[in-house]
């Protein structure tokens, strides 16, 4: 298990200016946060290291880029085994559209959060994809109408709500 790292002011300011921007450099950093671009490499390289920074991603556009239809999928398995639910994970990693999953409590056994182009491919990922494999019962979706909010970050302290 990884040691719990302490956070002071300068590394929260880090982190928060990180997540409105990854693209900034340690300069740009610096000016930010009031430290030296120095200071905030060594600090940038501990958080690094400990798995709080898990690495830099860029904002995109699914709309702009032909995927148009975010649908959110709850999956009950067939059985409730460790294979079983090792080889739905093995599903869900090698699927690209699938964006987010996550194993749950009730009903289903997991929510997935797919982004598809149109209905077409969200039936061939539904038809093809998921149900024809050994590990899934059932399958239900819901198409998103509008999204409300979709969070870039964490809610770290210090942010305004």
Known sequence: MQEAITLDGFDW???HALQEDASLTNAGLA????????????RRQKLEEAGIIRGYRVDLDGRRLGLGVTVFVHVTLNTHSRDNARRFRDLVRRTPSVL???????????????????L????L??????????????????IVLETLKEAAGLPLPGLPA
Do not use: C, F
């Open 120 to 123: 077409g491919e969200l039936s």
């Open 31 to 42: 000016e930010r946060v009031g430290l030296s671009a120095s200071q905030v490499s060594r």
């Open 100 to 118: 987010e999953g996550h194993a749950l409590t009730g009903e289903a056994d997991y929510l997935l959060k797919l982004a598809v182009a149109d």
């Open 125 to 142: 990922v539904i038809n093809d994809v998921l149900l024809p494999d050994p590990s899934v019962a059932r399958v239900r979706s819901e």
């Open 13 to 15: 300011r880090l982190l």
